[in-house]
């Protein structure tokens, strides 16, 4: 059986909406033609894709491997769709970029995007965030042609080259509720008795083994951790006063009027680096890395927009 992309399209918005009523607004259809394409695709096929009961549905174990497997094929399809139509509007290049979640717009990726697409005009840039697993599988894949991360996230990316485009500002940070919020400084010492919200290790691996050498290194060892599974986590934990967290004063969760933050003097800056694989032949990688070499050589840096 060829690809039936409506079929294949209905099944995955189902896969992930665990819903048929919700899958047919999303589509703009209706439920009984949910229901009927998904019928069809396992009649075509000879397995049960879902679990159908009064109130939910539910993935079979053959519909779970399907839905790793048709994502993967019609992801590739849709890239497909989008560089036909890129090429038809005169742009030779795609470039994808990939920007860890924690960073915002505002730092590097406008001024970057902004100088590529100006100085190249026959690139067009596609930039997405996400967490750290997304950034890493997609360098692997292929998916990504870049990504923009920390330095130790990126050690874990074999085969790859780095740019460096500028350091980080350590801080720790509170929920600003927190009875220590009201201090003017505050240290590593003093945060004695309340837990650290931080990323699983086995999310960021890399991450996780630095942040505690490092508190190692100053002293420090928690009484206590929360393991979250994404930074939007750690900060919401934060939020609800569960303890404190570290990170980036640059990245775009911490600058929330709820949040207090202190620095964390002698404590390593990570540094941001733009990440790709050593055998990316993708041409528009060598021309993203002069536009940044071009900006960081003005300022040391390529934060805002230009």
């Known amino acids: 059986m060829g690809m039936d992309l409506p079929k294949i399209r209905t099944f995955l918005t189902a896969a992930d909406c665990l819903s048929f009523s919700e899958t047919a ?36 174990p053959a519909g779970e491997i399907l839905r790793q497997e048709y994502g993967k094929a ?21 470039f994808h970029l990939g920007i860890f979640e924690g960073y915002g717009p505002e730092r590097y990726v406008l001024s970057l995007v902004n100088m590529l697409e100006r100085t190249y005009p026959n690139v067009e840039v596609i930039v997405e965030w996400n967490g750290l697993p997304r950034l890493q599988a997609g360098i692997n894949d292929g998916t990504l042609d870049m990504c923009l991360c920390k330095h130790f996230d990126a050690s874990s990316m074999r085969k790859c080259n780095q740019f460096v485009l500028g350091t980080g500002t350590p801080m720790m940070y509170l929920s600003a509720d927190h009875p220590l919020a009201s201090r003017d400084t505050l240290n590593l010492a003093e945060m004695d008795g309340v837990p650290l919200v931080t990323i699983q290790p086995k999310i960021a691996a890399a991450g996780y083994t630095y942040q505690m050498d490092t508190l190692k290194a ?3 060892n928690p009484t206590k951790v929360y393991l979250v599974s994404n930074i939007l986590s750690q900060v919401n934990y934060v939020l609800m006063g569960r303890g404190f967290g ?60 230009i």
């Not at 980036?248 to 933050?261: E, M, V, W």
């Open 246 to 305: 570290i990170g980036d004063k640059n990245y775009r969760f911490f600058h929330l009027r709820a949040l207090r933050g202190y620095p964390l003097k002698n404590f390593p800056a990570g540094r941001d680096v733009l990440v790709w694989r050593e055998d990316n032949t993708n041409p528009a990688v060598p021309l993203c890395i002069d536009c940044a070499e071009r900006i960081t050589s003005t300022g040391g840096s390529c934060d805002g927009e």
């Open 218 to 220: 100053a002293g420090y």
């Open 74 to 94: 019609f992801d590739h399809v849709e890239q497909g769709r989008i560089l036909a139509q890129q090429r038809a509007r005169g742009k030779e290049m795609c």
């Open 25 to 60: 607004v999303q589509l703009h259809t209706t439920q009984p033609n949910v229901s009927k394409q998904i019928s069809f695709l396992e009649q075509d096929l000879g397995v049960q894709l879902f679990e159908r009961e009064k109130s939910h549905i539910r993935l079979t």
